[in-house]
């Protein structure tokens, strides 16, 4: 079994007054695609923020890489993109990845590489605040990606997408992790958990269930992976309907 690249124990998160996050043990797999799950107010943000360690919890630990989370030896380790895009958008494109590059040292040439990687060369040059919703949660998924980070934790890079770059960003995620990146991919939509090396299944505020899609299939007998995920929470699923 490869190594954990995240491990997480007795984590617990409070946000104002309510228990966000409770995950007793949990550890991320190195050099794979885990796709994090679960309907909106599940604690999918909230447990990426402890990940990168800009959440205040009220106890347990989170090892990120063999560092404590948010250590200041992570910082080019890892690359985090926040589910609003956290880009600039009175700067151009290429401005953004230049300032952001040069946070993380690397040097401008890359990027070109990452405007390749989500398919936005030929915006480098306009204001990221003309530019549509999609487009500049790509621009902060650019950034994300500079330096080549070990680690990926990205909270819905997704959204808002059309199904043609929804399946090419996936392919990109694939071809990351195979280059040894482990990624860590939050979304709402059971469709996308196909994609997934493996998946962790989040229900108010405590993982369900962190398996394989496969594993997930045969454990419900569900062949679909939203209807899986339904019969995990004892929801009535579209093939009970039927």
Not at 124 to 144: I, Q, T
Not at 162 to 169: A, I, K, M, Q
Not at 193 to 211: I, K, N, P, T, W
Request: one cysteine or more; hydrophobic letters at 45%; glycine letters at 10%.
């Amino acid at each position: 079994m490869p190594a954990a690249a995240i491990e997480v124990r007795g984590l617990i998160v409070r946000r104002g007054g309510r228990l966000a996050v409770d995950v007793a043990e949990l550890d991320v797999e190195q050099g794979r695609v885990t796709g994090l799950m679960g309907p909106s107010g599940s604690g999918k943000t909230t447990l990426m923020r402890a990940i990168v360690g800009v959440q205040r919890v009220a106890g347990g630990t989170v090892t990120v890489l063999g560092e404590p989370a948010g250590a200041p030896a992570l910082r080019r380790r890892v690359g985090y993109m926040t589910q609003a895009p956290s880009v600039y958008g009175d700067l151009t494109v290429r401005e953004n990845l230049m300032f952001f590059g040069r946070i993380v040292g690397v040097p401008d040439a890359t990027n070109e590489r990452v405007l390749a990687q989500v398919a936005l060369g030929e915006h480098r040059d306009r204001l990221v605040r003309d530019l549509s919703g999609g487009e500049r949660a790509r621009v902060s998924l650019a950034a994300a990606l500079l330096g080549r980070p070990e680690l990926l934790v990205l909270d819905e890079p997704t959204v808002g997408l059309d199904p043609v770059l929804r399946v090419e960003l996936w392919r990109l995620f694939k071809t990351l992790a195979r280059e040894g990146a482990t990624l860590l991919v939050s979304s709402h939509s059971l469709e996308e958990a196909r994609h997934c090396d493996r998946l962790l299944l989040l229900r108010d505020a405590r993982v369900l269930f962190s398996d394989t899609p496969g594993a997930l299939r045969a454990r419900t007998g569900c062949d679909d992976l939203e209807d899986a995920f339904l019969a995990m929470v004892g929801a009535p699923t579209t093939a009970r309907a039927a």
